[in-house]
């Protein structure tokens, strides 16, 4: 390596992916650093390939850390490929980057060659250069596999990396991951806006407004405005329809005083769009000149911003103002922002002028910006088929029909691109004009010297025709602006922000009329005024109509808009600090250098591996604690083991299964008397299979069921609250999108409320409706589905494989569901005969962690009932922290149910993934060919009147009922360590996901601790390390706390008190509480949310719910039980 100067050295020392956004080396001011980190990177290449050589065989089969990051073949296909951790080898962004992966160090225990790849990945970073920076942050991946979490700076680069890339599953892992390491990283703030933008692509809206609420709340050093995220949530709510909210939002910005330029022109543009778009926002003429006046502000705010300009233009064309159209789309055009969109749009003016050639321009020009652009091939097509010209209006709507297959295959393969319904019904209308057409033209006669001569040139022609000069010229402008979607075959293109309805299949034009212009009235059946259907003309205006106007929403669905959008507003920041200096950064707002950050991260890690065990005692404990450093916040707590890496779903088991094997039969065992109930062989039978069915249970316990049914809840307590679920009736095994006509994973339910009593009616109704045409109506099969527990699964399979094509049943059903039986009062006599049952299934049992927690969690320590009518659904998921849960069937109907054991929950999530569904947050329904081609088993059984199913941890299932009956569940918490460590695993996780625990794993650890004696070894060592590290963060929380001179005041609990959550992240929060009053409410934070809103903590409240003493105490005094005898073990 070349020799640097001692300065240079200590520069390019400090310099890592967290300098991103804030040191411009594009800027000429910058430019003595910018060489100096050139002449690094070509001196970090030399060394490197100087000891290169081959890449062993043994160490290339080791790619499970180097799976979660890799990319596949190209930039824009890891963008679109979500399932990319399928992919057997990894293959580089370009042919230098395959030559350099294709060769790794000889030595991979120099730790100077791989320090040396993570900085060059940090400085390709802040050079721009993503592809290289990737690929260097990958092969640093590789050696660093086994601790690579250590690294944050490194977790945040490649995460920049894949986010500039636009691959955004694993951008989003990485940020995700990095949050939970570090909660208060440097550039914390950065993640979060990255992590809303990306979620809110994506469609998780309630997350990504969680993030960009979170980015608000730091004080570090940002790329972004406070205004600017205050308009990025503005703007998520419009894509939810929340219009008012929306409406408010922006109105806010626009009264805000130091508002930049444009920003202001960006919420006029969103706002003029809105009131073009949305009924509700007042009477037509009112809501047209609103839309008319916010545009043109936003011109005058920004008078270079040609997307204005369009969407003003489309206003005018909306209210046939042709002329003005023509002027604001040429202007779009002339600020070098003319996209297809604008070509398509003048396309549409010029045909209904009836100028058919500068028409046929127009569209050409939209086609060769975007060869992708359905509605200017429909609207392409249809121009040449009002000329007669029939064999290339067929060329025209071929192209359309191949742009939406194209992208539909993308949704299954890839799951990237999101098509709108709107795209699924012009699909369904140009396969039946095409059909029409291929039918017309193989009757037609060929072409001859005598034919009537064509009133426009062909598409062959139009496509290589010398277009007019100012078409040309800007077509190369935004050819030239627009390299990467183009090279990425991008089907949709646009500039940032998103337009509203960015991810929702809403259109501008109003929804009567979409009804109006619906599939089936895009009927052709002959051409040249020939019809035995609807006329061309109208044909014609039906299909304008839907597609003329519908690019706008679906642009902006693109993975640019959101790297645009941020990029934008990074640039604002550029514009303002264009002489940003490094050392702004250098003490103050980063910790010290690169290289002493990770050793500090590093060396806790190793300290906690050596110095705190479980073997030691508080004392030992307090001791050690008092070394550990306060100039800082503490560094993240986790239960799990320590230097535990980041939990992710796992890997499904690699044996691949039989036929047989796939469709295993249900465990389930038949109750005859009372003792079978009590022996402890059935408790071990259940514990040991994933889920199990106990028949007649209720007779054996002689339970009386009776006390359930429909009636009897009314007679009790007809007021009671139900929550409702408004869903599709459809066939157990399936689940159809009837827009779109094929199965899939995506189960939608509307939430309501209403009362026993009103759902008792309906639920009555349902049953004699069905009466009067039983004949006609049920599903062919479930009588079938009788058959003896061990041929469940085998005779449901044969249903599933021979059935005929299920038609698609769009009746809605309602399913009341979280009927809350926990009030012992209003349901005693339920509670009471639920005491009937052994041990280890009761709601209340001391062998029941759920018992220990000390207060009420609504439907996992207390009594849920589920009132249900045929086809109700409880979608996929796992319970909730991977709990034990029991499920009785009052009758008189019968429930279906599915399972996987949870070994295969992993590859559950994937299929999630790649069906652009979250499997935490979202509703899901598999469809079972997928999980059999993914080699993952499915149990399937009915659960009759009297049946008890056993679901155990981590099972995941769903069920559907076939007839009229209710149940009831809870959950249960077995005291073994495969219990305990699931629960935990999932505790973790959730933190990961930013998905709140319901059950506070801490607290009952602690509880559990004081409550029980544990003869178990693995159990009791899972419990003692959770003590210990959240013993150890309480002391390291309050050493730091004392430091910044504020007081703990001990506040204690309160009998039956709940387990506190902060109120920003949603995390546990144990004994010590950050509490600062907001909105005249004293909410409860964890110090990481109250370092954002105060770093010197300062005007918060800082509180202890436990005295040290009793802590040490409890801790102390949990040790191995070994006596023989009764234990709460398994």
């Known amino acids: 390596m070349g020799q640097l100067s001692f300065e240079d050295d200590c520069l390019i020392r400090e310099l890592d992916s967290r300098y991103y956004g804030f040191l411009d080396l594009s800027n000429s001011k910058n430019a003595e650093i910018r060489n100096l980190v050139q002449q690094t990177i070509t001196n970090f290449q030399n060394y490197i390939a100087n000891g290169q050589v081959h890449e062993s065989k043994n160490f290339s089969d080791n790619k499970n850390a180097i799976q979660k990051f890799e990319p596949s073949t190209e930039a824009g296909e890891h963008m679109e490929n979500t399932s990319s951790q399928n992919n057997d080898e990894t293959k580089p962004f370009d042919k230098d980057a395959n030559e350099r992966e294709s060769i790794i160090e000889e030595k991979p225990q120099d730790d100077n060659y791989v320090n040396a790849l993570c900085k060059l990945g940090h400085l390709h970073l802040l050079l721009g250069e993503y592809s290289e920076a990737l690929s260097a942050y990958q092969k640093y991946l590789r050696f660093r596999e086994n601790n690579y979490w250590t690294n944050h700076a490194f977790i945040y680069g490649i995460g920049v990396a894949y986010f500039k890339l636009r691959c955004f599953k694993w951008a989003i892992k990485s940020f995700q991951e990095l949050l939970y390491l570090s909660p208060n990283f440097t550039c914390a703030n950065e993640v979060h806006l990255r992590l809303g933008l990306m979620l809110k692509h994506c469609g998780e809206f309630h997350i990504a407004q969680k993030h960009l609420q979170l980015a608000l709340l730091y004080t570090y050093p940002s790329t972004f405005s406070e205004l600017q995220v205050k308009f990025q949530i503005a703007h998520l709510y419009e894509v939810q329809n929340k219009h008012k909210a929306a409406k408010d939002g922006y109105e806010f910005l626009l009264n805000e005083k130091n508002i930049s330029l444009e920003l202001k022109a960006d919420v006029y543009r969103q706002l003029g769009w809105m009131y073009h778009c949305v009924e509700c926002l007042g009477e037509k003429k009112e809501r047209e000149a609103n839309a008319l006046n916010f545009l043109q502000k936003s011109i005058e705010a920004d008078p270079k911003s040609g997307q204005s300009l369009y969407l003003l233009g489309r206003c005018y064309a909306g209210i046939n103002k042709v002329h003005d159209a023509f002027l604001a789309y040429r202007n779009s055009v002339e600020k070098s922002e003319g996209n297809a969109d604008t070509w398509c749009s003048i396309g549409v003016l010029y045909q209904q002028q009836n100028q058919p050639t500068d028409a046929l321009q127009a569209y050409i020009c939209a086609v060769q910006l975007d060869k992708d652009h359905k509605a200017a091939w429909t609207n392409l097509g249809i121009l040449y088929e009002s000329c007669g010209q029939l064999r290339d209006a067929y060329a025209c709507y071929l192209n359309a029909t191949k742009q939406i297959s194209f992208q539909s295959s993308l949704i299954r393969k890839k799951q990237v691109i999101r098509i709108k319904k709107d795209s699924i019904g012009l699909s369904k209308g140009l396969s039946q004009r095409i059909t029409f057409l291929e039918g017309q033209l193989s009757q037609a006669p060929l072409p001859s010297i005598t034919s009537k001569r064509r009133q426009l040139c062909s598409i062959e022609e139009a496509w290589n025709l010398p277009i007019s000069l100012e078409m040309n010229s800007r077509q190369q402008q935004t050819a030239q602006m627009l390299p990467r979607q183009v090279t990425k075959q991008s089907p949709v293109q646009g500039p940032p922000p998103p337009y509203p309805h960015s991810q929702l299949s809403q259109s501008p034009i109003p929804s009567k009329r979409i009804k109006e212009d619906g599939p089936g009235q895009h009927e052709l059946t002959q051409n040249n005024g020939q019809t035995s259907g609807p006329n061309l003309k109208d044909i014609s205006e039906s299909l304008n109509q839907r597609n003329f106007n519908a690019m706008p929403e679906s642009n902006k669905n693109s993975e640019q808009s959101v790297v645009d959008t941020f990029d934008e507003i990074s640039n604002d920041i550029y514009k303002q600090n264009e002489s940003i200096k490094l050392e702004r950064l250098s003490h103050d707002a980063l910790s010290n250098n690169e290289d002493s950050r990770h050793d500090y991260i590093g060396a806790d890690n190793a300290d906690l591996s050596t110095t705190f065990k479980i073997q030691m005692d508080s004392k030992q404990l307090m001791a050690a604690v008092k070394l550990l450093p306060i100039d800082e916040p503490p560094v993240h707590c986790t239960i799990l083991q320590v230097n535990a890496p980041p939990p992710s779903p796992p890997d499904c088991p690699p044996q691949k299964l039989t036929r047989d094997q796939l469709l295993p039969p249900t465990p389930s065992v038949h109750l005859e008397n009372k003792k079978n109930a009590f022996s402890p062989q059935l408790q071990e039978f259940c514990l040991k299979h994933p ?61 309501s409320h209403t009362t026993i009593a009103k759902y008792a009616q309906y639920q009555a109704s349902s049953f004699q409706d069905s009466l009067k045409d039983e004949s006609d109506k049920g599903f062919p099969g479930s009588q079938a589905m009788s058959d003896s527990d061990s041929k469940d699964s085998v005779s449901n399979s044969n249903i599933v494989l021979k059935r005929k094509k299920h038609k698609i049943n769009s009746k809605m059903l309602r399913f009341g569901t979280n009927v809350d039986l926990s009030d012992e009062k209003k349901w005693k006599p339920q509670l009471t005969e639920l005491q009937k049952l052994p041990a280890f ?250 370092l954002k809103l105060s770093p010197s903590l300062q005007g918060i409240v800082c509180l202890e719910e436990y005295r040290l003493s009793e802590l040490q105490r409890v801790y102390d005094s949990f040790t191995l039980h070994r006596t023989q005898g009764l234990a709460y073990t398994q």
């Not at 249960?972 to 360590?977: E, F």
């Open 691 to 751: 889920i199990a069915v106990v028949r007649g249970l209720a007779g054996a316990l002689k339970l009386d069921l009776g006390l359930f049914s429909t009636k009897t809840l009314v007679e009790a307590n007809p007021d009671h609250s139900v929550e409702v679920r408004t869903q599709v009736h459809q066939s157990p095994d399936e689940n159809w999108d009837t827009s779109q006509g094929k199965r899939v994973w995506a189960c939608i339910s509307h939430r």
């Open 841 to 1090: 299934a009761r709601v209340i049992s001391a062998a029941n962690m759920l018992s220990h927690v000390g207060h009420v969690i609504l439907g996992m320590n207390t009594v849920q009932l589920y009132m249900k009518v045929p086809g109700s659904r409880t979608p996929g998921h796992q319970e909730n922290n991977n709990f034990c849960s029991i499920n009785i069937n009052i009758g008189p109907g019968d429930c279906e149910w599915f399972a996987v054991p949870d070994a295969y929950w992993g590859g559950v999530h994937n299929l999630c993934e790649k069906n652009n569904i979250s499997y935490l947050h979202g509703s899901w329904w598999p469809v079972l060919e997928d999980l059999y081609k993914e080699n993952i088993p499915v149990y399937r059984f009915i659960q009759k009147p009297g049946d008890l199913v056993w679901v155990n941890a981590g099972c995941v299932h769903w069920v559907q009922s076939i007839g009229w009956c209710n149940n009831i569940a809870w959950n249960v918490g077995p005291l073994t360590a495969r219990q305990y460590s699931l629960a935990i695993e999932r505790y973790e996780w959730n933190k990961v996901q930013a998905f709140k625990s319901i059950v506070p794993m801490v607290h009952l650890s602690w509880n559990l601790a004081r409550n029980i004696k544990v003869s178990d070894t693995k159990l009791f060592e899972l419990i003692k390390m959770c003590l210990l590290q959240t013993l150890k963060n309480v002391l390291h929380i309050q050493e730091y706390v004392k430091s910044k001179g504020v007081e703990i005041r001990f506040n204690g609990r309160g009998k039956n008190e709940a387990s506190h959550y902060c109120g920003q992240c949603e995390v546990e929060v144990f004994n010590v509480l950050f509490i600062k009053e907001q909105e005249k409410r004293h909410v409860v934070h964890c110090l990481s949310c109250a």
